[in-house]
């Protein structure tokens, strides 16, 4: 019996080690549908939007990552440095204008998945108006695999996963925000 156990669980073991490790594919956006995304995020990107305001509401600003800190200022400059590439920025001249507050941002690691979540809420105040939307939430997550079990390189990871939640996040408020700025010139403040 301790023969066939061990002449079973030989192949089994060979299968498992050749075996490449699967590819997490992040990207929900099917084939056919890249190109049209592709280009309404462009134009989405193409719209100035003047940041009014931007807050860390988080009750615990500091992500602990294992035994790591992703601290506040961090976390705000990745915020900030997001929403600046989407053009979102209170340098901006516009008349277009959002209030931004960054509610929640945690990282959670499971076996060697190391998963970030980040929640914006959003107040937008068009050319056209001159009250502030209800504030809508926007949720960005991201997931890596983490292959190298190096504390020096999970913390770089954590950061990584972390910049990216929160860059899938702005890029949901901006292409949600597109319809309200047709001409990427409107709302420019040209005095």
Known sequence: ???????????????????????LDSSLIPESQRKVYQASLSK??????????????????????????VSQDTVYAMLKQSLHSMNVSPDINSNNRVKVSLERAFVKSLGSNITAT???????????????????????????????????????????????????????IKSSLLHKCEDPTDGLDIT
């Open 1 to 23: 019996m301790r023969n066939f156990l061990l002449s079973c669980s030989v192949p089994l073991l060979v299968a498992c080690e050749s075996t490449p490790p699967p590819e």
């Open 44 to 69: 989405a990107k193409a719209c100035p939007i003047n940041l009014a305001q931007l807050v860390d509401e988080r009750a615990s600003k500091d992500l602990l990552v294992g035994n790591d800190n």
């Open 118 to 172: 980040v929640v914006i809420n959003v107040q937008y105040k068009p050319h056209y108006s001159d009250t502030y939307s209800p504030s809508v939430s926007y949720k960005g997550q991201s997931v890596i695999v983490n292959t190298d079990m190096k504390e020096d390189l999970q913390s770089q990871m954590a950061n990584g996963v972390v910049e990216e939640a929160i860059l899938r996040a702005t890029q949901r």
